[in-house]
């Protein structure tokens, strides 16, 4: 079997700022894939996801760049802090905002464990965090955030993430995640409803 390269991206700052895909330049267009043509089709080698199709959110709300790293029990993405970012204010983000940056990791973990068995992303909730330590107030334009975040726990709905993010090597945040993912979502919605 044939592996697959496979490059995650958020496709609308996929080395174009915020140009639409259908303007990109003809050659570039060949490599962005759906999540689901990856997998099926033998003869691509090497493919750019878009990470809208591993979370279940749509513009602005996704907040990640890129993935830079993926293991079954740890996921590496990251973010440029930039005018027209998500929570952008007279030149940064607030700090706090690294939790749904954390969170939204492991929803694009999740995705790609669910690309890797030609699943759709599924919504997932944030059950909570402990410890949640920002060593610094704000990002500062054009900073360069790496997010990790490394599994403790999972039995296929709840998982347990120990999490962080980095600029330039030095961890500015800290916290511990607790998610939640129905495996059958409309089944959970009902009883909650009852």
Not at 75 to 90: L, P, R
Request: aromatic share 10%; glycine share 6%; proline share 5%.
């Amino acid at each position: 079997m044939m592996t697959k390269s496979i490059h995650y991206h958020t496709c609308d700052n996929l080395s174009y700022g915020q140009e639409k895909l259908n303007e990109r330049p003809e050659h570039t267009k060949t490599y962005v894939r759906t999540a689901n043509e990856v997998l099926t089709n033998p003869e691509l080698e090497e493919a750019r996801v878009c990470i809208k199709d591993l979370l279940p959110h749509n513009p602005p709300m996704i907040l990640l760049d890129r993935v830079v790293a993926f293991r079954d029990d740890f996921i590496h993405a990251a973010v440029t802090i930039q005018e027209g970012s998500a929570f952008f204010v007279d030149g940064e983000v607030p700090s706090y905002v690294a939790l749904e940056y954390m969170a939204q990791a492991i929803g694009v973990w999740r995705g790609i464990l669910a690309l890797h068995k030609n699943q759709s992303p599924q919504i997932g909730f944030l059950l909570g965090t402990r410890s949640l330590k920002l060593e610094v107030p704000a990002f500062q334009e054009g900073a360069e955030l790496d997010v990790y975040g490394q599994s403790k726990y999972t039995d296929g709905e709840v998982a347990a993430f120990d999490c962080w993010v980095e600029i330039q090597g030095t961890r500015v945040v800290h916290a511990s995640l607790n998610v939640y993912q129905p495996e059958n979502l409309d089944q959970f919605l009902n009883e909650r409803n009852q």
